[in-house]
């Protein structure tokens, strides 16, 4: 499996409070992803960044912010969560924008 | 937007059977991409077939593509029950300074020993 560590795992946590996300990768890929998932909706972007202090947005980024500092830490912050933000994020990353990307086990996030 | 559409939605099928999903998709790609993702993991990728390519294998994994029609589909052979998992389409659409895959909604497969 490729290196790729995504924290926490699991996290609960209410309604406008903050929260951030973490994707680290020992592999030193250029590009790194931050996607939800949800029933019905397959896999949707939210950000991605193609280096250090480069992102853009992606399909979903409304109520998410990234930074990239270092090129193995990708963080996903929502500054007030929101219930509609309930859903497994993943982290992925590759080493072109058109090859395979490699992912994360995931973080599992409710928010009440 | 979804990009792939993923039919069947859900399969189920006993061990030793063959297993096929399709994908369609909507605009001019650069290459597809075939991932399966079991229950609580990641996605892992399996395949990917270039717009220039029609068929592609690996090991039990066949791949077509026919990019007049715009649909790909995924053939796994003599399946296993640990063949179980969601099987994903991704398409890496032209253009733009960087390249982004689009999911479609995936296929669930079940294989009964």
């Known amino acids: 499996d490729a290196g790729i560590t995504q924290s926490p795992r699991h996290k609960v946590t209410e309604t406008g409070t903050p929260v951030t996300l973490r994707c680290h990768q020992t592999e030193n890929h250029r590009y790194m992803y931050w996607y939800r998932q949800d029933p019905g909706h397959g896999l949707r972007l939210i950000h991605y960044s193609y280096g250090v202090k480069d992102t853009d947005k992606g399909e979903v980024s409304d109520g998410y912010s990234v930074s990239r500092s270092k090129t193995e830490d990708f963080l996903l912050t929502l500054e007030s969560a929101t219930s509609s933000q309930t859903s497994v994020y993943f982290c992925?990353?590759?080493?072109?924008?058109?090859?395979?990307?490699?992912f994360g086990d995931g973080t599992r996030l409710s928010i009440l | 937007s979804q990009q792939g559409e993923e039919d069947p939605q859900a399969l189920s099928i006993q061990e030793g059977e063959n297993a096929t999903m399709n994908c369609s998709y909507k605009?001019?790609?650069?290459?597809l991409q075939w991932y399966r993702q079991n229950s609580g993991r990641g996605l892992v990728h399996l395949i990917l077939?270039?717009?220039?390519?029609r068929e592609k294998h690996s090991g039990r994994l066949r791949v077509t593509l026919d990019t007049s029609k715009k649909s790909s589909s995924l053939l796994i052979t003599a399946s296993r029950a640990a063949d179980t998992a969601s099987y994903f389409c991704a398409t890496v659409a032209y253009g733009g300074a960087t390249n982004k895959l689009i999911f479609g909604t995936g296929t669930l497969l079940a294989v009964q020993p």
């Open positions: 605009t001019s790609i650069n290459n």
């Open positions: 077939i270039r717009s220039n390519e």
């Open positions: 992925a990353i590759s080493d072109h924008s058109n090859q395979p990307q490699h």
